[in-house]
């Protein structure tokens, strides 16, 4: 009888232990869990420099502060969109989000991939950080965006503001059709012609397959004294040899323009041609920083000698952003927590101080005014001017 009590007893006991066993094992899977970071980009097409240097910049960072953080390993899952179409993107992310189960979505070379992508982390209450595409509204088309890289109104602002400052009278804008590009003549023909200057003639050149040479020969035949010009990263090269080809250096017209112009990824392959120009922007390769000099040797090392360029630094500090902002949810990644950690971080850029803006997700930093020179036998845009804390001044 008492054989009989003693394995009842000892069968009850450890299903009891079974149970709670069962019971915590869910907590602690849970805690395990890697946490899921859908990195869409143009791996492929005329904007997959883009990409390339947005997926060597995750795996720097990662690299160099390790891919677990608050107890989560994370995880990226890479996506070629291609650069040019809307609804693949889309269909990416909303992959992404349902299959795959991602807790953020990241990268996003351009607009109209972003504002595709929008609706998804909205919907998802997923955070989205933007770390490429650069026109202004981006951040209020979900409440989920937030934003690492800029905003051309940001770095087209202060060229204006230099343009007024060294006496030239006349420009004609030049920039390439698409939201970005409209952010940018809209910004520099007020901020110029609001201190007393003339804007010649606006000119929009095709975002697909752009021929610039006929639109070049009318800003020669215009004669304004300079030229403003913003392209999307990986056509500064087309523009700056056509730009000497058609003589419009030659013809005494100057070229100022934002730094996507002169993309550091680009510079040996543009060469001479650039010498003397005049950008706005907030990042070189050049930035005296000892942290950017780190960032640019290690960056090269692991990416078979690649320049990084401004690119590359929107996905390093997205990588911080999102690292930072786990740290402060102890490895929770509900959305709305997450991205309650992010709104309000600041910290020292490769790039400089930049702090996330927590009413507008958008980021605040230093815009730099350089010129291109040839210094130890490459070309890179040399700091002259700093505009500090520069916010988003709209458009």
Known sequence: MTKHVNDTRRKVLMGSVATLTTGLFPAVAFAADSLKVGLIVPMSGPFASTGVQIEGAVKLYQQKYGNTVAGRKIEIILKDDGGLAPDVTKRLAQELVSRDKVDVLAGFGLTPLAFATAPVATQAKVPMIVMAA???????????????????AQVTAPMAEWAK????KSVITFVSDYGPGLDAEKVFVKRF??????????????????????????????????????????EGAAVLKQFTERGLADAGIRLICTG???????????????TGVISSH?????????ENKEYV??????????????????AYDGMHLLYEALKKTKGESNGDKLLA???????????????????????????????????NGGMYNIEFDTVENFKDPGV
């Open 341 to 375: 950690a992010m709104k309000g971080l600041n910290w020292t850029s490769v790039r400089g101080p930049i702090s996330i803006d927590p009413e507008t997700r958008d980021i605040i930093q230093n815009v730099y005014i350089r010129k291109a020179e040839m210094v």
């Open 193 to 234: 012609t609001e201190s007393g200057g003339k804007v010649l003639e606006t000119l929009r050149t095709p975002l697909r397959n752009p021929d610039y040479a006929p639109f070049l020969q009318r800003v020669k035949d215009a004669k304004p004294e300079a030229l403003f010009v913003f392209v999307p990263s990986g």
């Open 297 to 314: 040797s290690a960056f090269s090392k692991l990416n078979k000698g690649l320049r990084p360029n401004f690119h590359s630094v929107g």
């Open 260 to 274: 996507d112009v002169l993309d550091d990824d680009l510079m040996a392959s543009i060469g001479t041609a650039a």
């Open 165 to 168: 400052n060294n006496k030239i």
């Open 134 to 152: 650069a026109t202004s509204v981006i951040p209020q088309r979900s409440p989920y965006i937030v934003r690492t890289g800029f905003t051309l």
């Open 282 to 290: 907030h990042y070189s390769a050049a930035h005296p920083s000892p």
